[in-house]
């Protein structure tokens, strides 16, 4: 069986369903194609207010679901609040979104067997014909990525009293530092519900899920939170890039393919991160207005995802310096050190955009990790090749 689109997405995560519904928008009509039981799957998708273009907040509202006032984070050494706001997005209100807009067919449990010029063949033996095919099928690994990960367990609890919370606490770190870099990551989603995550920056790329389900339960514990139930589980192992040959990755991709999302590595450098630069690239996608066929989308992807590898040149040369500079249970050191810098330039930090003032005072004053170690990260074209 054979159907017709404007354009065929493989994968419906993230990215895919931010691009659909920018293109649904501009009238065209878009077939998502998902491997797993539905679009979406099953996540809280957060950012600082600070990481999006105000318009773009403003295009994102109606799948956000939570907004704060500011945020706050704890070192052994201080904490501190910031004002800066943040936001999530939750699986289900993307999902809902999709299926609500009128031209965004989606076709789920259906896995895509393989991406042609003109369509994808899939699992069923049915065909989605379209003149553009985008591919939105998640993270692939390749060895012009050198990383480190960030990895983590969130527990979604609703416990038997209010927390107290008012804001995210996006790095909990005083707490024991295991396994590289950790930190708690809590989410007061209600007054009685919150969603906290285990993270660790480590160098294996591996998750005990139940170990780190126990340390979430007994952080809760520790915090005086008596759990009245358990809501939901999710686990994720992002990718945190120490070194990028992007011309190569890019090169290695066949030209009939135009990949977004982690799939074309389109992702924070130090957190892992992808909604910001997904809004961004349906931006992009959107602005070829009519014109949208694989070979313009991968153009303006390509041309968008060497720009951003240049300017993140100095981020992967931070994460060498945490990963590889210092000790894992000093990396933290790194951190707090950073958290003592200007508010407007930890925001200019996570939205990818910092200036070169910024880059030197990240690195003006005492190192946080030995210094002959830090001048060993120097190099890329060192890390890539692995020494
Ligand atoms: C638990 C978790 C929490 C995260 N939280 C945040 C956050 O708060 N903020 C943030 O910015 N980022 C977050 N991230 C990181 C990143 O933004 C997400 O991983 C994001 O979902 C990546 O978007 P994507 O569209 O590139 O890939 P995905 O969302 O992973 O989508 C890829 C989709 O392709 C499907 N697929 C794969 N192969 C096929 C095939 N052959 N045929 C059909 N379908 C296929 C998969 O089933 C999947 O649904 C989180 C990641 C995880 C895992």
């Known amino acids: 069986m054979k159907t017709k689109s404007d354009v065929v997405i493989a994968g419906g995560g993230l990215a895919a369903c931010i691009i ?14 998902e491997a797993g039981e539905q679009i979406c799957g099953n996540h809280t998708w957060s950012f600082h207010r600070t990481d999006l273009a105000p318009q773009d907040y403003e295009r994102l509202r109606p799948v956000v679901v939570h907004e704060w006032a500011g945020q706050k984070v704890l070192f052994p050494r201080f904490s501190r609040s910031l004002t800066t706001p943040y936001a999530s997005i939750t699986s289900d209100a993307l999902r809902k979104a999709v299926h609500a807009a009128g031209n965004i067919e989606t076709i789920e449990n259906t896995k895509v067997e393989e991406l042609r010029a003109n369509g994808v063949l899939l699992d069923s ?6 003149p553009c095919v985008i591919d939105a099928r998640g993270f692939a690994t ?8 960030q990895k983590f ?3 979604e609890v609703e416990l038997g009293r209010p927390h107290g919370e008012e804001v995210p606490t996006i790095m909990d770190a005083s707490v024991d530092q295991k396994d590289g870099y950790r930190f708690f990551y809590v989410l007061p989603l209600s007054p009685t519900r919150v969603l906290i995550e285990d993270t660790r920056y480590s160098d294996e790329g591996t998750l005990d899920f139940e170990a780190v389900h126990a340390d979430v339960l007994a952080y809760a514990a520790n915090r005086g939170w008596v759990v009245k139930e358990l809501i939901r589980t999710e686990r ?8 990028h040959d992007a011309r190569t990755y890019w090169e290695r991709i066949p030209q009939h393919v135009a990949p977004v999302g982690l799939r074309a590595a389109l992702f924070h450098p130090t957190t892992g991160y992808s909604l910001p630069m ?21 153009k303006a992807v390509q041309d968008f995802a060497l720009r951003r590898s240049r300017e993140q040149a100095y981020f992967r040369f931070l994460n060498r310096m945490l990963f590889q500079a210092a000790q ?3 990396r933290y050191v790194v951190m707090q050190r950073f958290y003592g810098l200007r508010q407007s330039l930890i925001q200019r930090f996570y939205a990818g955009r910092i200036n070169r003032a910024d880059k030197l005072r990240i690195i003006t004053g005492k190192p946080p990790v030995p210094i002959q170690r830090a001048l060993r990260c120097v190099s890329e074209t060192r890390a890539l090749a692995g020494n």
Do not use: W, Y
């Open 142 to 149: 390749d060895d012009a990525l050198r990383l480190g990960f």
């Open 328 to 330: 894992p249970r000093k």
């Open 153 to 155: 367990v969130g527990v």
């Open 125 to 130: 033996e049915a065909e989605v014909e379209a």
């Open 278 to 298: 997904a809004v961004e690239t349906a931006n992009l996608i959107a602005g070829l207005g009519q014109a949208v066929t694989t070979a313009a989308v991968r």
């Open 20 to 33: 659909a519904l920018r293109l649904s928008e501009n009238g065209l009509k878009v077939a998502i194609v």
């Open 236 to 243: 994720g192992i992002l990718p945190i890039t120490l070194a």
